[in-house]
Structures are given as C-alpha cells and as structure tokens.
C-alpha cells in the first residue's frame, strides 16, 4: 500500500501537480460560467472529464497497480470519474446516479482503507480513534442540518433525501477509516489519504449546496 507514495520521485510528480492545478481552475472557472450566467458549460464539459483520468494515469505510473490497495483506489478513481461526468448534467434522474457512482467509490476507498489497516498490524486505541471521528462527525452533523430543511421542505428535492443522507454518512465513514489509517502506513501516504478524503468532503459539499440551496 506504501508504493504509491514510496515510488513518487518529486521532478515526475510536479507535472502531474501542474496539470491537475490548471485542469482544475479551469473547471472551477467553467462551474462559475455555468452556474452565473447559465448554458456556458462548454468549458465544464471538457475540464472535469479530465480530473479524474490524470490522478488514474497518475496512480497506474507510480504502483502499476501491483497490489489490491492500488487497485481499489484506481476502482474508486473510476467510479469518481463517472460520478463527476453524471453530475455534470442539470437532470434529477442523471443526479441519482452520480450519487449511486460515488457511493461506490468511496465504499472501495473504505475497503482499501480497512485492509490496510488489518495488515499493518497497527491498533490505535480507542480514546484516538474518537478524538480523530470529531472533526469528520461535527461536519457532518452541520451540513445535514443545514441542508436537512432545503431538502425535506421541497416536494422537488424529497425523493433525494434516503440517497443523500446514504451518501453523507458514507463519505464521513470513508474520512473516519482514512483517519485511523495514521500509524498503518508511512506518513506521507496517511497525509495525502487524509487531505484527500477531505477534499472529497468538501466537493461533495459543494454539490449538495449548489443542488439543493442555490440550484
């Protein structure tokens, strides 16, 4: 599970920085086209297909996916890829699905993380791994109950309330094991699993809000 980190020579990982920095502030630029001045997604569509594939390109030049740790997160990566494509779309039903996609990626993101975890051998006790779930359970329990009314008082949005709710506690289960991972593997591999499980946090977030809030 270490390879992925082991194995990244700093001069072969700046360009794929680079790259998924520009491809992402395009993206973000092509979110705000889309949502402020509406049917402006051209940009969109051609920069957030490409997020995904650069981390999979990424991942498969580093591991090779030698191991099933390398290989669940390159499943995840795909799932996540799929999920991004189907959101991009204004459609309840496509909506649906793009949830259901990254409900899947982060299960095999949970599977990865708690084999990991097993085979390292390493147990945190219980009083950190409590500590650790603070952060991730607070967020949580503040999103849902802002998002909670948005959702439940628009005959519009009720029927995403069982996906969206399945969905939350996943990606919060997902940050938690990703947590716990900290003594399980080297440092800068529990680091970047972290700040990434955050940021999948985050981006979620962001769709819910756009979604249901400010649509």
Known sequence: PHNFIRKLKFKAFLPFIIIFALVTGIEIWGEQ???GEGGQTLILFCSKPLLMPILMVL??????LRTSFD????????????????????SDDLFVFGLAAFLICHILYIIAFVKNIRSSGHKSSLVNRIILALLPIFYLIVLYTYLYPYIVNDPKNQPFLIPVTVNAITIV???LFALWRFGS???????????????FMISDSLIALNKFVSP
């Open 71 to 90: 290989k669940l997160i390159f499943a995840g990566f795909v799932f996540a890829w799929i999920g991004d494509v189907l959101l991009m779309f204004n």
């Open 33 to 35: 086209l889309y949502h």
């Open 185 to 199: 593997s080297n440092r800068n591999s529990t680091i970047l699993v972290i700040v990434g499980a955050f940021i």
């Open 59 to 64: 991942l498969v030049r580093t591991t090779h």
């Open 173 to 175: 289960t997902m940050s």
